[in-house]
Each structure stands twice: as structure tokens, then as C-alpha cells.
């Protein structure tokens, strides 16, 4: 997992670790962050829209559009998203605070 984010990071010690050639040329080499680059893309082009939620029930529609806004589920979302493109997976976990509030989280992919 470490290499997953070495790489979305732009650091390639392969790369930047070579050696000169044995006839003292330089080896002129560098990593680029293209992980970076397409992780952000594919990141905002998925999660940019944010979650809605529509029912005929009225208390319902505004309970669960209560419960994204206190768990800011769109912030959630991205981090999520993008775990999922850096590491190849990730969780959201759901758990109940001390005081009984509903809590969402993201876990990201290097601890699962």
C-alpha cells in the first residue's frame, strides 16, 4: 500500500534512485505525478454532483437531507472516491457517537 502512495504521490525511488551509466552519462529520468492527475480527475468528475434524495414521504426526505448535512456525506464521498483510486479500495464506515448521533466516515484504503 505504501508503494500505491509513493506513486500517487510522484515518488518513484526506482526512478529516482538509478545510477549513472557506466560510461558516466547521466541518466536523465523523473517520475511524474500522472496518478495524481488522474485520481483527482476521476475523483471530481464522480463525486462533483452531490447526493440527493427524493421521496413522497415529507418527514423522511428532510430526516435523511438532515443526516447528510450533519455528516457533510458529499466531503465523505470524495475521500472515499478517492481512496478507492489511490489504493483500489475503500469503506465507509457507519457508527453511533456517545451522544446516539448516526455517524459516517471514511476509512481509507491503506488501513483496510
Not at 536523465?28 to 505525478?33: F, T, Y
Not at 479500495?89 to 476509512?107: P, R
Request: proline share 2%; aromatic share 8%.
Amino acid at each position: 500500500m505504501t508503494k500505491l502512495l509513493e506513486e500517487y504521490k510522484g515518488n518513484n525511488h526506482e526512478i529516482n534512485n538509478m545510477e549513472r551509466k557506466a560510461d558516466g552519462k547521466a541518466n536523465h529520468h523523473c517520475s511524474n505525478p500522472f496518478a495524481h492527475q488522474i485520481v483527482s480527475t476521476m475523483t471530481s468528475y464522480f463525486a462533483s454532483k452531490p447526493v440527493q434524495i427524493t421521496s413522497d414521504n415529507e418527514a423522511v426526505q428532510e430526516a435523511l437531507g438532515e443526516f447528510l448535512r450533519y455528516n457533510d456525506f458529499d466531503k465523505v464521498l470524495i475521500e472515499v472516491t478517492e481512496n478507492v483510486g489511490i489504493y483500489g479500495n475503500g469503506a465507509i464506515l457507519t457508527f453511533i457517537d456517545a451522544n446516539g448521533n448516526v455517524i459516517v466516515k471514511g476509512a481509507a484504503g491503506r488501513v483496510l
